[in-house]
């Protein structure tokens, strides 16, 4: 998802504001759960015309892994705008 917006030319402005939670763990992966609030946080096209919805809240769902030294994201969900509330 991230690579076809950013092949678009899209960018952001503004942040996300995130607040996960451990759903699960082990050693060597977590699976986190979060209601990302993107009221802030807009998708800009390259001509400056906004792409985004403001205020939106999006459900968020993501398996980091701990592979040759560092934690990656191996799996991310990122559900429609106001898939969840805050």
């Known amino acids: ?27 060597t992966e977590l699976e986190l759960l979060d209601c990302v609030d993107g009221s802030k946080w807009v998708q800009v096209k390259p001509s400056s015309s906004p792409d985004g919805i403001a205020g939106a809240h999006y459900r968020t769902e993501a398996t980091v892994t ?21």
Do not use: D
Request: one cysteine or more; a positive charge.
């Open 1 to 27: 998802m991230m690579e076809q917006t950013r092949k678009k030319g899209v960018t952001s402005r503004g942040a996300a504001n995130v607040s996960p939670t451990v759903v699960k763990s082990s050693k």
């Open 66 to 86: 701990f592979k040759s030294g560092k934690w990656m994201v191996s799996e991310l969900y990122w559900g429609e705008a106001g898939s969840c509330m805050n």
